[in-house]
């Protein structure tokens, strides 16, 4: 299914900022839930020349808890480099 992702991305360079953020219930307008652990499995593929990159997407495999999911999203341009993305996505869970 076609949908807009919408995410922050953050990087944390000081000791102690996971703990302050986990203490938050938001950020930059986005609700926080709670802090968990997943174990996952990506795979990035593209044609051998860069095609899928070189239009501005990335296709992904993911399998989490057993369910692969194939997901192709517009990558970010330089407006959308940011702390906020907002991108095309294209999700389907494959089994």
């Known amino acids: 299914m076609a949908e807009r992702e919408r995410e922050i991305k953050l990087v944390v360079r000081a000791p102690g ?13 986005f609700a926080l839930s709670p802090v968990e652990t997943r174990d996952q499995q990506d795979v990035y593929l593209d044609t051998e020349d860069f095609l899928l990159f070189a239009a501005g997407y990335g296709l992904r495999y993911r399998r989490r808890s057993g369910i692969l999911e194939a997901t192709l999203k517009e990558l970010p341009g330089k407006e959308g480099r940011g702390i906020v993305q907002d991108r095309q996505e294209i999700e389907e869970v494959l089994g």
Do not use: K, M, T, V
């Not at 900022?17 to 307008?29: K, M």
């Open 17 to 29: 900022a996971l703990e302050e953020l986990a203490g938050r219930s938001a950020i930059a307008g």
